[in-house]
Nanobody, 115 residues
Framework: QVQLVESGGGLVQPGGSLRLSCAAS????????MRWYRQAPGKERELVAT???????TYVDSAKGRFTISRDNAKNTVDLQMNNLKLEDTGVYYC?????????WGKGTLVTVSS
């Protein structure tokens, strides 16, 4: 059974940093693309960052230069380092993996950027 558990969210001022982490289990972690999504209040969920099993990364334009996705295949974790946070980064951040053609999600962790 696939399980994804996010942690690390919180309240931060604009310009601040947070590091999110996702602990994964129930599948062969190292071979799957892992993704971070976010859902801002009143908006649809959007893809923020993707990392392949080999470590190749891609980002939504708004995250480029500020966010870094990384993974530890020995620990089955995927992190999202977020720097220079902006008000518009506020939302619930979800870890995602697509296994057997089905999207699997964690419960999410709330990031609030506010002064």
């Amino acid at each position: 059974q696939v399980q994804l558990v996010e942690s690390g969210g919180g309240l931060v001022q604009p310009g601040g940093s947070l590091r999110l982490s996702c602990a994964a289990s129930g599948f062969t972690f190292s071979i799957y693309f892992m993704r971070w999504y976010r859902q801002a209040p009143g908006k649809e969920r959007e893809l923020v960052a993707t990392i392949t099993g080999a470590g190749t990364t891609t980002y939504v334009d708004s995250a480029k230069g500020r966010f870094t996705i990384s993974r530890d295949n020995a620990k089955n974790t995927v992190d999202l380092q977020m720097n220079n946070l902006k008000l518009e980064d506020t939302g619930v951040y979800y870890c995602n993996v697509r296994v057997g053609g089905m999207d699997q999600w964690g419960k999410g962790t709330l990031v609030t950027v506010s002064s």
